[in-house]
């Protein structure tokens, strides 16, 4: 629904005072349900990306998704799509991430992705909705698709915040993930470690709001929760130097995502997931986690019995 165009800076070193010289180190499009579809294809899967596009950006943003190859169905808006930076500097390591709010969206272009929603809904399986939601749509809006989703017989997996995630709950969904800051804002309390995340996923397990609810930990791992039980994910040691998170939930969705639809239980694809988000923290800025990697932290996950 707010999709971008990613471009990536690099500089030696960031100056305060006078002008920093910077190398174009990618430009690619981002945005969270593009960037699952983008890795769920990279992990085998078939995904097509439904996103807005408005203005000279959008066009780009459409160019660019063609010459990588992702399918995708473009939802054409008034206003300009959204450009995000990222600056890496080279001597520290770090990325600065400078994101911009995006368009807003009247409400014949929201009603316009909810007729495309319905084409296609009822060939997917699953159905990611990654990202913010874009200014100018009702809180419920992402309510209004899980209605959806559920009418169609598919599965909705739902990774976004504010007011658009309470009113997505109260609807329901298949599937939930959250960061700690998504977590926080729901408990009104700190979400420290398992016993913090599991009272939040017990609640909403209990409420109907989802039925499998997945809470990550960043360098801990996750918390896997269904009816079954409550399963704990230890995030495997990284091989490298973590150089960004950006990007790891997206990663960690795309893997979950792509072994639900293989046919795999819970717990294992949540297990991919997890060493996938530690593979993406050893690339720069949003630049695409080596798969291989990814496959082989797996095997490090370590599982116990919440």
Known sequence: MNPAIDLCWEVDHLEGIGKNRARVRS???GGGGINVARHVVRFGGRATAVHTAGGEVGLRLNRLLDEEGIDHVAVDIDDDTREALVLFEAESRRSYHIVPPGPRLREREGQRCLEVLERFVGTCPYVV???SLPGGLPDDYYAAVARHVKEAGSRLVLDTSGSALRAALAEGVFLFRCNRT????????AISGFDDARALNEHLLTTGAAEIAVTTLGGLGALCSTRHGHTELYAPPLPGEPLSDAGAGDSMVAALT???AAGADPVSACALGVATAAAAMLTPST????VNVALSLRSQVRTANG
């Open 287 to 290: 630049e695409p986690f080596d």
């Open 258 to 260: 792509t072994q639900l």
């Open 27 to 29: 430009v690619a499009v």
């Open 129 to 131: 909705v990654s990202g």
């Open 182 to 189: 998504e977590a926080e804002s729901l408990t009104g309390k």
